[in-house]
């Protein structure tokens, strides 16, 4: 968008004659190309941002447990958290949270929490279901929306055992 901002800039002082052609060109996509990601941050990027920090703030957090799966081979997956009730040795999963890997492109695993543990869910209950993840005072933002599992569903059960590395 900038290349574009200063092709028509240098035409407009200069005269459109100042510019070759080719570059007067790939100024129109670039342009296009530009206000297109503009409009994208404008109507979902700030939306989503604002309900992921609406979320992050949300009074009284769900506590339940987690367990944490990562393939390190295929890190834009991001890790997905399985969420179990509190209480209750062998529980089935009551839902999955995908979050965003912290750390940077090279080591995206960096700063992972624990493989297993505590886990505070922080969500608006009305509206879209996105929930933040605070474990261990630090928030983990969302990839994709919380998943509720149906631990009553028998395709739900066996689709989240496909993502188990052991028996369920």
Do not use: H, N
């Not at 009284?60 to 295929?74: Q, S």
């Not at 630090?138 to 739900?156: I, N």
Request: hydrophobic share 45%; proline share 13%.
């Amino acid at each position: 968008m900038r290349y574009t901002v200063v092709v028509a800039v240098v035409c407009a002082v200069m005269g459109a004659d100042a510019i070759p052609g080719a570059p007067r060109a790939l100024a129109v996509p670039t342009g296009i190309v530009g206000a297109y990601r503009a409009w994208r941050t404008l109507t979902s990027g700030i939306p989503s941002a604002r309900r992921t920090a609406r979320a992050a703030t949300a009074p009284e957090p769900r506590t339940r447990r987690y367990a944490l799966l990562f393939d390190v081979g295929d890190a834009a997956e991001g890790p997905l958290l399985v969420i179990f009730p509190a209480e209750g040795a062998g529980a089935l999963p009551e839902g999955l949270a995908r979050i965003v890997p912290p750390g940077p492109d090279k080591c995206p695993w960096a700063g992972l929490p624990a493989p297993a543990g505590t886990v505070e869910l922080r969500g608006r209950p009305d509206g879209e279901r996105v929930v933040v993840t605070w474990i261990e005072g630090r928030p983990y933002w969302p990839q994709d929306v919380y998943q509720d599992v149906d631990p009553s569903d028998p395709e739900a059960l066996e689709a989240v055992a496909e993502l188990l590395p052991g028996p369920m």
